[in-house]
Nanobody, 126 residues
Framework: QVQLVESGGGLVQAGGSPRLSCAAS????????MGWFRQAPGKEREFVAAISWRSGSTYYADSMKGRFTISIDNAKNTVYLQMNSLKPEDTAVYYCAVDWTSKITIATMEAYYDYWGQGTQVTVSS
């Protein structure tokens, strides 16, 4: 079935610029929306960014806009989240997810997403 595997997390100093990857497999995603979410301990999961597989259209949470970039490599079936100028408050588990049929143009709410990866921890130190 559908499998999403995140990687690229770890410990990074404030101001660092890691890139997260999400390898997608098990289904055709050409009509899908790919999303990134994050969740800090004890806090609710929040939307980070999303991209339409077909059109490449992107959408970012206000707090991420200008710092984060979401992209897709079609040949690798992989979605990326390039993170720049990280702050300690960016510390969280980062998840990728798939809205398989793009039930809405670009979904920003987790209820629209059908499949989720296991997450990758990003820890930002001062």
């Amino acid at each position: 079935q559908v499998q999403l595997v995140e990687s690229g997390g770890g410990l990074v100093q404030a101001g660092g610029s890691p890139r997260l990857s999400c390898a997608a497999s098990g289904r055709t995603f050409s009509s899908s929306t790919m999303g990134w979410f994050r969740q800090a301990p004890g806090k609710e999961r929040e939307f980070v960014a999303a991209i339409s597989w077909r059109s490449g259209s992107t959408y970012y949470a206000d707090s991420m806009k200008g710092r984060f970039t979401i992209s897709i490599d079609n040949a690798k079936n992989t979605v990326y989240l390039q993170m720049n100028s990280l702050k300690p408050e960016d510390t969280a588990v980062y998840y990728c997810a798939v809205d398989w049929t793009s039930k809405i143009t670009i979904a920003t709410m987790e209820a629209y997403y059908d499949y989720w990866g296991q997450g990758t921890q990003v820890t930002v130190s001062s």
